[in-house]
Structures are given as C-alpha cells and as structure tokens.
C-alpha cells in the first residue's frame, strides 16, 4: 500500500493536502469510547481485551476518517510485563510500584519475558491489520525507555521528573540498567507489534523536555538511536516517528541523530521554528495546541490553516502537539479535519 497518505510523509513526499491524525484520538471526550470502556470494566482491561482495544482504536476512524488509527494500548503495559505492578487511579493517573535500590530491579524480567502479557496487544493489532479501511495507516507504538523510566522509578507520574533525575544522579549504574533493559525490551516489543501489522511504529518521549545537555544526549538521543537502528535491521523500511516532546534546540538535529523518519513536535515551538529547524531534515508531526479542541471557533480555523500553511513546504503529518483532552468536543475535531481539507 505504498501509496497510503501517512506512508507518503514518511518517505519525505509534500503533499497538497497533509495527512491527519490525533494523539490520543480514541479517548474519553468520545461518548462511544467511554461506552466500550464501562464495557470493558476499567481501562487495564480495555487494553488487554484485543477485540475492545481494536473497536476502540476504530471508532475516531469511523467518525472522523483519519487517515492514521494508533494502536490502543498504553505505554505503561511494557514495564508491567516486566514486573512492576500496574493499577490506574481514577482522576489521578497510573500508579506503579518503585524502583529506588538494586533489590527492586533484581526481579525486573527480561526482554525475552514480555510477550505472554502483551500478547493480547500484538492480537489487538492482527484485528486492526484485518480491519483497518484500506486507506488508513496502523501505528503501533511504545514509551521511549527515559519517560518510562520515569514512571517506573517514581511509580507515579511526576511535575519535574524528580525521582528519576535523583536516581540517574545519585545511583547511575542502577538507572543505566533500567534505561538499558527498557531499550532492548522496546526493541522486542515494537518488532513483535510490526510482525502482527503495525506499519509504522512511534517512540513517545513524553519527558524528554526534562533532559538537558549530555543527559539529552545520553538518556532521549541514544536509547532512541538504537532502538531505530534495530528495528531497521530487523524491518528494512519501517519508517518510525520520534517524539522527543519539549526538546526545544533537542529537536535540531533529533532525525539525523536517530534515524526516525519523523519527528513529532509539541506546542512549545512554533510551526514557523519547526519548519526553518526541523522539517529541513525530513518530516515532521504536529503541532496544533489541543486546547483548540475545547475551544473551537474562529480561533481554531485559524490555527488550523496557520500549522498548515506554515509546513505546507516539505512532508509533514497534521496533528495536535499533544494528546486530545477528555473536554474536548468532537465537533471540533469535525471542523479541525474540514479547515485542513478545505479548498480541495
Ligand atoms: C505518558 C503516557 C502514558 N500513556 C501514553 C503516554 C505518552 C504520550 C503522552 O504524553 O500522552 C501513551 C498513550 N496512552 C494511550 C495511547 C493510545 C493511543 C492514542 O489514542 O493515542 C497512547 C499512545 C491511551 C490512554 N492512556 C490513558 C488514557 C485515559 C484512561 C481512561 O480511559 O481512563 C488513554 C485513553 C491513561 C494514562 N496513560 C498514561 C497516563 C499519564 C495516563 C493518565 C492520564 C489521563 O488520564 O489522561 C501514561
């Protein structure tokens, strides 16, 4: 299918009309989502239960014809299949158990291990890969290993990635091991993910803004580096998108360095800054702010045509810089979806 819209930006094509698709695209602003979620029981077990995962992943193509699904599972599912123990608080976040001391790595599985409890993830995506519309694109996905890390280190979410950064400072060696084991474990993961039919697969560094200087270099660049480098030479021609979100100047270069085919971008440049700094290099993703999907109006048609306009030069894939939030409306995104395609 070497003519599909997303696959076109990736191989570095400009197109008339850019792609589209939404971070976090199958959530709850949707009422069909949160229906398949009570249905399902919880969140953890809509993740695990392929055929709910798999209609959940199709309702935003259903409704709104995007031309990418991603892959409706969670980045936190990795370490759990590794060990930590997993729960998610309602209205506060995921919950994890920590890893402070070598006595709380030592049980750590290993990357050979993973695949019994992400089984159902790789049959989520054998649904998607049989059931997709035929123009669309599947995205599979991970963490990238330093924001999972951070979760796993922190067993929670944290404002300033505090804990992580006292381990990577405090016990190194320690840190290293969890950054090292989470690297060929995504490894693992995203290869069994493009066996089963992802076509494109995508890192997300949700913390990567928190890095700074040679830990940069060391902790978002590198793990991100051999992870592409490995799945190219197990899948010559998977094109990856890297997301190192708030790398601000991280991000000049971050597709040489790498070797992704794409970076995504957040709100925290401008689409002016990505395309003199970013898209010289290739194509990138992004970056309309979510909250236009709260507030709608004129100021999104504006926004809409601002992102569009403004990367209209090279290959680029529209999106939100960041996930779509439970307020949002979804006539929103109708409109989002119509502004880009007008005049067409
Ligand atoms: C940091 C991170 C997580 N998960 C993810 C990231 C990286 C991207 C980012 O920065 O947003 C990635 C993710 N999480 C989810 C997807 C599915 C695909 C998609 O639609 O984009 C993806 C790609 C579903 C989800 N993951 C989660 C939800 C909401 C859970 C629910 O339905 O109650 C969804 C749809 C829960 C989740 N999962 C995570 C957190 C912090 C939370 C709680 C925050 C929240 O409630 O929005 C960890």
Same mark, same amino acid.
């Not at 398949?36 to 798999?54: E, H, I, M, S, V």
């Not at 409704?63 to 299949?81: M, N, T, V």
């Not at 159902?120 to 290993?145: C, N, Q």
């Given at each position: 299918?070497?003519?599909?819209?997303?696959?076109?930006?990736?191989?570095?094509?400009?197109?008339?009309?850019?792609?589209?698709? &939404?971070?976090?695209?199958?959530?709850?602003?949707?009422?069909?989502?949160?229906?398949?979620?009570?249905?399902?029981?919880?969140?953890?077990?809509?993740?695990?239960?392929?055929?709910?995962?798999?209609?959940?992943?199709?309702?935003?193509?259903?409704?709104?014809?995007?031309?990418?699904?991603?892959?409706?599972?969670?980045?936190?599912?990795?370490?759990?299949?590794?060990?930590?123990?997993?729960?998610?608080?309602?209205?506060?976040?995921?919950?994890?158990?920590?890893?402070?001391?070598?006595?709380?790595?030592?049980? &750590?599985?290993?990357?050979?291990?993973?695949?019994?409890?992400?089984?159902?993830?790789?049959?989520?995506?054998?649904?998607?890969?049989?059931?997709?519309?035929?123009?669309?694109?599947?995205?599979?996905?991970?963490?990238?290993?330093?924001?999972?890390?951070?979760?796993?280190?922190?067993?929670?979410?944290?404002?300033?990635?505090?804990?992580?950064?006292?381990?990577?400072?405090?016990?190194?060696?320690?840190?290293?091991?969890?950054?090292d084991l989470l690297t060929v474990s995504t490894i693992e993961y995203l290869? &069994?993910?493009?066996?089963?039919?992802?076509?494109?697969?995508?890192?997300?560094?949700?913390?990567?803004?928190?890095?700074?200087?040679?830990?940069?270099?060391?902790?978002?660049?590198?793990?991100?580096?051999?992870?592409?480098?490995?799945?190219?030479?197990?899948?010559?021609?998977?094109?990856?998108?890297?997301?190192?979100?708030?790398?601000?100047?991280?991000?000049?270069?971050?597709?040489?360095?790498?070797?992704?085919?794409?970076?995504?971008?957040?709100?925290?440049?401008?689409?002016?800054?990505?395309?003199?700094?970013?898209?010289?290099?290739?194509?990138?993703?992004?970056?309309?702010?979510?909250?236009?999907?709260?507030?709608?109006?004129?100021?999104?048609?504006?926004?809409?045509?601002?992102?569009?306009?403004?990367?209209?030069?090279?290959?680029?894939?529209?999106?939100?810089?960041?996930?779509?939030?439970?307020?949002?409306?979804?006539?929103?995104?109708?409109? &989002?979806?119509?502004?880009?395609?007008?005049?067409?």
């Amino acid at each position: 299918m070497a003519d599909k819209t997303i696959l076109k930006a990736l191989r570095g094509e400009t197109q008339a009309v850019p792609p589209i698709w &939404m971070m976090r695209q199958a959530g709850r602003y949707l009422p069909e989502y949160r229906a398949t979620r009570a249905q399902a029981g919880d969140f953890l077990k809509l993740c695990y239960n392929p055929d709910l995962a798999a209609e959940v992943t199709l309702q935003p193509i259903r409704r709104f014809g995007f031309d990418a699904a991603i892959l409706f599972a969670d980045i936190l599912l990795l370490p759990q299949a590794l060990g930590a123990d997993l729960w998610f608080v309602t209205g506060e976040g995921p919950r994890l158990s920590t890893i402070t001391k070598e006595d709380d790595f030592a049980p &750590m599985k290993s990357k050979d291990d993973i695949h019994t409890v992400l089984g159902p993830v790789y049959e989520t995506v054998k649904i998607l890969s049989r059931e997709l519309p035929k123009e669309s694109t599947l995205i599979g996905f991970a963490g990238a290993p330093w924001t999972v890390a951070t979760y796993m280190i922190a067993g929670r979410g944290t404002p300033d990635q505090g804990p992580a950064h006292a381990l990577r400072m405090g016990n190194n060696e320690l840190f290293e091991k969890v950054i090292d084991l989470l690297t060929v474990s995504t490894i693992e993961y995203l290869d &069994m993910q493009i066996q089963a039919g992802a076509e494109v697969v995508k890192i997300f560094d949700s913390w990567a803004g928190s890095l700074k200087g040679d830990a940069f270099e060391k902790y978002a660049v590198a793990p991100a580096r051999i992870i592409t480098q490995e799945l190219k030479k197990r899948h010559p021609g998977i094109p990856i998108i890297g997301f190192p979100r708030e790398a601000g100047d991280g991000y000049i270069g971050f597709a040489k360095k790498t070797g992704v085919d794409c970076v995504a971008l957040d709100n925290s440049i401008t689409p002016e800054w990505g395309a003199k700094h970013v898209q010289v290099d290739g194509c990138v993703q992004g970056n309309l702010k979510s909250s236009h999907m709260v507030t709608g109006g004129q100021e999104l048609i504006d926004g809409v045509r601002h992102v569009r306009d403004t990367f209209a030069k090279g290959p680029h894939i529209f999106n939100l810089g960041h996930g779509i939030t439970p307020d949002a409306n979804p006539d929103n995104v109708s409109l &989002m979806i119509e502004t880009l395609r007008e005049n067409t």
